[in-house]
């Protein structure tokens, strides 16, 4: 059997003595997937993902991301760790005063890039959202759904293997949700392994996806496809 | 490299433009702490100079007995020459000065000579003064009466009084507001982490390096730093030119010395620079912390 592209045994997040992220929790993923966590607020869903990010630490158990120990990771290789994946936040976190394109060459800036770089391919990265006639607008004058592929393209800008996707549709409507799931399905397509946190039970169904239910920091189900296994 | 170093620069000077208001108020305390440490430095330093030059005038003479003779002269100078922080000692010969006294004074002609074989000591230090004219007392041919030992000790008293005023008063003040500066570049280093949080959040997501995230601000303390220095410098030098505009106009004081501007440049601006680099490290050490 081939090792997994993400793996989790036995973590558990301890946030305070008392207050838990997660508890015995274990899974696996395989590269190129499409996973779903779901659960009330409170479950665990984004505490999964911000361990794949290092934004948080467990506190017990194993969590490999490829053939790195996140647990041994030190905090100097994290940015490193954060430019092989693309992380789409719950708020969009959109500059508001940047334009479109100036918010995605911002972050290519950021990680690094040469300009060269950033004048040549953000066109592509807006263009491989569907956002590029939008280019020149503040963030403003855009649509929940076209914030959100704002926030998609610039997770994109590290042309990353895994995309994390936290609430990706927590602040639109069913209409543009389901556009958003179409753009994800499409990244997945291309080979992107894809991790979204939702309580979006009106999208997740259609999507036909793998569907992890968390409950109270534990995996209460685990189904593929919209089936439980 | 110079790409990156564009980014970050440019990065820094929106920080600085975003908080203007804190930005000024940064640079203009550190400049006018740095113009009274600066300032009150400079005074210290050209007062205790021109008290270097004061133990020449501030000589202490010393008398000997009556009867001292030639050889009690020499034995007398050769022992205080040997003793720490005297820089020359030179013979006052009695006949010699008596002749001077007579030329100044006709009508003593018809008297005896009225001095003693007398020695000019100087010092190389003000403060070892008192401890010299100690040890000379002790000496066999040296005058036991309470004038045996002149020394000006209220003059230099009041020189190195004067010194210790400039030297508390310019740490104090100086040190003070240069703690308040401090505390102004730390607060507007947080105030521009709060207003930039977004940027940082961005920058952690996409996995930017720790220099990127951190550089700008350092750079940001570096700048309030420097301008503040450069500002205390333009101060000083201000305040130089009054001074030795006020000095040259009353000849009788001398001629001022050439206020250092190059010199206290590069002291000053290398100072704030430090300073500014120092207070933006510590202020971004807890809120930059990874999460």
Redesign the interface.
């Known amino acids: 059997m081939a090792t997994p592209y993400i793996s989790f045994e036995n973590v558990e997040v301890k946030y305070t003595p008392h207050v838990y992220g997660l508890r015995s929790f274990s899974l696996q993923i395989e590269r190129g997937a499409f996973v779903f966590f779901v659960g009330k607020t409170g479950a665990g869903k984004s505490t999964v993902l911000k361990l794949l990010t290092?934004?948080v630490t467990h506190t017990a158990g194993l969590v490999r991301f490829g053939e790195q120990d996140l647990g041994k990771l030190p905090?100097?290789k994290?940015?490193?760790?954060?430019?092989?994946m693309g992380?789409v936040?719950q708020d969009f976190?959109l500059?508001p005063r940047k334009r479109v394109w100036e918010n995605v060459a911002?972050?290519?800036?950021?990680?690094?890039h040469?300009?060269k770089e950033v004048r040549r391919r953000v066109p592509d990265i807006l263009e491989q959202v569907s956002i590029g006639h939008r280019a020149d607008a503040f963030p403003n004058e855009l649509s929940g759904g076209e914030q959100q592929r704002v926030a998609i393209a610039?997770?994109l800008?590290?042309s990353p293997n895994l995309l994390l996707a936290d609430e990706p549709t927590g602040n639109l409507d069913p209409e543009l949700s389901w556009e958003i799931m179409e753009l994800l399905r499409r990244l997945n397509d291309r080979g992107t392994t894809v991790l979204v946190a939702s309580h979006d039970m009106l999208v997740i169904p259609r999507m036909g996806k793998r569907v992890v239910r968390l409950d109270a920091g534990n995996v209460v189900s685990d189904s593929s496809g919209g089936d439980d296994v | 490299m110079f790409?990156?170093l564009q980014?970050l620069c440019a990065e820094a000077f929106t920080a600085l433009k975003r908080n203007l208001l804190m930005t000024f108020a940064a640079i203009t305390t550190v400049a006018v702490s740095l113009f009274l440490l600066g300032g009150f430095g400079y005074m210290y330093f050209r007062i205790r100079e021109s008290a270097d030059t004061i133990p020449n005038k501030f000589d202490i003479r010393v008398f000997l007995k009556d009867d001292a003779t030639k050889q009690d002269v020499s034995t007398t100078a050769q022992a205080i020459r040997g003793m720490p922080g005297v820089k020359t000692v030179a013979w006052l010969p009695k006949d010699k000065m008596w002749d001077r006294t007579i030329q100044q004074i006709p009508e003593y002609a018809d008297l005896p000579n009225q001095y003693p074989e007398a020695l000019k000591v100087t010092v190389s230090d003000l403060k070892s003064a008192p401890a010299i004219v100690d040890q000379i007392r002790q000496l066999p041919s040296v005058s036991a009466e309470s004038n045996g030992v002149v020394y000006r000790s209220d003059e230099q008293r009041f020189v190195e009084q004067v010194l210790s005023i400039v030297r508390w008063v310019g740490a104090t003040a100086g040190g003070l507001l240069f703690l308040t500066a401090g505390l102004l570049i730390y607060n507007a280093i947080r105030l521009t982490i709060l207003s930039r949080r977004?940027?940082i959040?961005?920058?952690?997501?996409?996995?930017?390096?720790?220099s990127?995230v951190y550089v700008p601000f350092l750079v940001e303390g570096f700048v309030q730093g420097v301008l503040g220095g450069a500002l205390a410098v333009l101060l000083l030098w201000g305040a130089s030119n009054l001074i030795t505009g006020f000095v040259a106009s009353h000849s009788a004081l001398g001629h001022p010395p050439t206020f250092p501007l190059l010199e206290m440049a590069g002291l000053l601006c290398g100072a704030g620079a430090l300073y500014g680099l120092l207070c933006s490290s510590v202020a971004m050490r807890t809120p930059l912390r990874?999460?």
């Open positions: 290092r934004e905090d100097r994290v940015p490193a760790l954060r430019r092989q992380i936040p976190a500059l911002y972050a290519m800036r950021a990680a690094g040469p300009r610039r997770a800008i590290n | 790409d990156r980014f977004l940027e959040r961005i920058m952690r997501l996409v996995g930017a390096s720790s990127t990874f999460r």
